[in-house]
């Protein structure tokens, strides 16, 4: 019969050790499996981001831009275009598709230029793109930079993984997007192949596993079999027998043991008398110390009540919410007598908040709660709970604050704050009242000048008017942030308009300006708007009279201390007396700008000429 439990004793073991190791090995194989699943998806897409990036950079945007109606299919520069793009194709095995696109008014993706020659596949100049993937749809709208699908997508030509960059014009405009696409199954085939690898690998693993396992079992089994056999006849009273082979695992660990179990049962065996009266004599020091103990406990019950009777907080011990001590202050508090708490719930006078949980309920931090005396008073309370073993049993020691005063001050606080808040809007709207009646004023004396013919000092007024215009709309856009930074490219933006739209000469306005975060503080806001007011005045006035149309371009940049404002238009530029630094005969306008940065701001600004004028302004960040 033992031999038969051995061997099923040996079955287990060897099933054991080929059902871990095999889940283990499975597990670290699949594992790798799907990571390098990923690691090919990923790598594809990164290097198909990488022949976009570069192969968008090698399109002629300019001469992209002569090809809008079908019928230029026929011309050089469609065809110029069509053998780069096939050149790109054919100078990478996976590339299926290259193609341009670009997104006009109406909404649509309109095909341009494709490098497919077979007449049913090819997608013809200005034929309209039905069917694309959600994601090219979210972007080209938006796109800036090179991007790839994040999954494929299947449209009429098929399932592909695809990704696209934008090309941009000598004017910097974007001019069109470049798509290029891969075939599924060519990514998949890489997959396909990784699978077969670990498959091979698992099957060549399975073999040696199972060898090892019987192995392991052999080992493990002989020794605890001879174990067994030792421990039986120590059961049948033979406490001399020693188990005497040696070895250097986790067995051998175990024999050792079991010989120092048998040389201890031995010896309990011959000493028990003597142990029965080593026991004895612990026992009796352990009475007369447990009595000490007791003494001890009952004279920290009494210092701990003294201290609770001289605290200025309440303190209740509660056993599921039930009253079993209270201090005398919780009863000058509540105005009942100890006797009339003992044993009551504490819902007797006070009412939970939402924080209370119970009796197991132990928070570290305090919660408010309303109390009502004995004479239906209600005051507010603070309340802290700590759940404590107490003459054996578990409570909860609550301590109680009276906060009523605190309730008052902080009701004062909140009053006081919603008054200072009105003043603040009674302020703001008085101050943007008095500057509308400012330039309502200054309107009134050019309405004088026109009516009188007299010229001589309206372009004066009407920068005077610009400029408190300008500060009304800084105001403005404070008041509704309620004094908070303000985002740099709105000030501008709002500005701009604001000044393009007095503008009444021919040309149009138009306005190019990147997206930023960065802000400026209240002070920064209102020196920036007289900055940019100037700035803008100054090109609609000379840059609009050389520019059809007039080209304001304004960058915002972040640089680590600095916030860095470039301002160009496609005007005339400079003259070489202003880029010398001579802004004598230039009016207030220019003073008024290099004062304000350098001075106001502790920033610094040029001027120079590239393609019009342009001014560079450094401030420093100050929020």
């Given at each position: 019969m033992k031999k038969k439990k051995i061997k099923k004793f040996r079955r287990k073991i060897g099933g054991y050790f080929f059902i871990l190791t095999t889940f283990f090995i499975s597990a670290s194989i699949l594992a790798f499996y799907f990571i390098e699943k990923k690691s090919i998806y990923?790598?594809?897409?990164?290097?198909?981001?990488?022949?976009?990036?570069?192969?968008?950079?090698?399109?002629?945007?300019?001469v992209h831009s002569t090809l809008i109606k079908p019928k230029h299919e026929n011309k050089a520069n469609y065809k110029l275009i069509k053998s780069e793009l096939q050149i790109i194709r054919d100078s990478v095995n996976d590339i299926f598709n290259i193609y341009t696109m670009r997104y006009d008014k109406s909404g649509k993706i309109i095909f341009?230029?494709?490098?497919?020659?077979?007449?049913?596949?090819?997608?013809?100049?200005?034929e309209v793109y039905n069917d694309p993937s959600f994601f090219l749809k979210k972007n080209i709208k938006t796109i800036n930079d090179p991007m790839v699908e994040r999954d494929f997508y299947t449209d009429k030509w098929g399932t592909w993984l695809s990704a696209y960059a934008p090309f941009y014009n000598s004017l910097g405009r974007l001019e069109g997007v470049l798509g290029i696409d891969v075939k599924s199954t060519v990514i998949k085939q890489y997959e396909y192949n990784l699978l077969e690898n670990v498959i091979i690998i698992l099957a060549v693993f399975f073999p040696l596993i199972i060898f090892f396992g019987l192995y392991f079992a052999q080992r493990i089994s002989t020794p605890i079999a001879r174990i067994i056999k030792i421990s039986d006849k120590v059961i049948d009273g033979d406490t001399n027998i020693v188990f005497k082979e040696e070895l250097?695992?986790?067995?051998?660990?175990?024999?050792?043991?079991?010989?120092r179990m048998i040389k201890e049962y031995r010896y309990i065996v011959n000493n028990l008398v003597d142990l029965e009266k080593t026991r004895a004599a612990e026992l009796q020091r352990a009475i007369v110390e447990h009595r000490i103990i007791e003494d001890t406990l009952r004279d920290s019950e009494n210092r701990f009540k003294t201290l609770s009777e001289a605290t200025f907080e309440g303190i209740l011990i509660l056993v599921n919410n039930i009253i079993i001590d209270a201090n005398e202050t919780i009863c000058k508090m509540t105005g009942y007598s100890y006797s009339e708490i003992i044993g009551k719930n504490i819902s007797l006078f006070m009412v939970?908040?939402?924080?209370?949980?119970?009796?197991?309920?132990?928070?570290?931090?305090?919660?408010?709660?309303?109390?009502?005396?004995?004479?239906?008073?209600?005051?507010?309370?603070?309340?802290?709970?700590?759940?404590?073993?107490?003459?054996?049993?578990?409570?909860?020691?609550?301590?109680?604050?009276?906060?009523?005063?605190?309730?008052?001050?902080e009701q004062e606080i909140r009053d006081y704050g919603e008054s200072q808040e009105l003043l603040l809007r009674e302020v703001n709207h008085r101050v943007k009242n008095n500057l509308y009646a400012i330039i309502s004023m200054l309107y009134k004396e050019k309405d004088k000048m026109n009516e009188s013919n007299n010229n001589n000092n309206r372009e004066f007024i009407d920068n005077i008017i610009n400029r408190v215009d300008a500060l009304s709309t800084v105001h403005s856009m404070l008041s509704v942030s309620k004094w908070k930074p303000l985002n740099l490219g709105a000030l501008c933006t709002d500005l701009v308009n604001r000044l393009s739209e007095k503008e009444d000469g021919k040309g149009e306005v138009t306005l190019i300006i990147n997206e930023t975060d960065?802000?400026?503080?209240?002070?920064?806001?209102?020196?920036?708007?007289?900055?940019?007011?100037?700035?803008?005045?100054n090109s609609l006035k000379y840059a609009k009279d050389s520019a059809d149309k007039l080209i304001i371009t304004i960058s915002i940049l972040?640089?680590?201390?600095?916030?860095?404002?470039?301002?160009?238009?496609?005007?005339?530029?400079?003259?070489?007396?202003?880029?010398?630094?001579?802004?004598?005969?230039?009016?207030?306008?220019?003073?008024?700008?290099f004062g304000i940065i350098t001075k106001s701001l502790s920033g610094s600004v040029s001027i120079e000429n590239d393609n019009g004028a342009v001014f560079n302004i450094f401030i420093k960040k100050v929020i």
């Open positions: 990923e790598f594809n897409r990164n290097r198909l981001k990488d022949i976009v990036s570069i192969a968008a950079k090698q399109i002629d945007a300019d341009v230029v494709d490098a497919e020659e077979d007449i049913v596949k090819i997608a013809h100049l200005g250097n695992n986790e067995i051998g660990f175990l024999a050792y043991s079991l010989n939970f908040g939402n924080n209370n949980k119970g009796i197991n309920y132990d928070s570290s931090k305090r919660y408010d709660v309303i109390i009502i005396n004995k004479d239906r008073k209600k005051f507010h309370a603070q309340i802290q709970d700590k759940i404590v073993s107490y003459k054996g049993r578990k409570t909860r020691v609550t301590t109680i604050r009276d906060v009523t005063e605190r309730k008052i001050s960065i802000t400026v503080n209240s002070n920064q806001a209102q020196q920036m708007s007289l900055v940019i007011n100037e700035i803008i005045t972040d640089e680590k201390k600095d916030i860095i404002v470039k301002i160009r238009d496609n005007g005339k530029g400079f003259s070489q007396k202003l880029l010398d630094g001579d802004f004598k005969n230039t009016g207030i306008g220019f003073n008024l700008i």
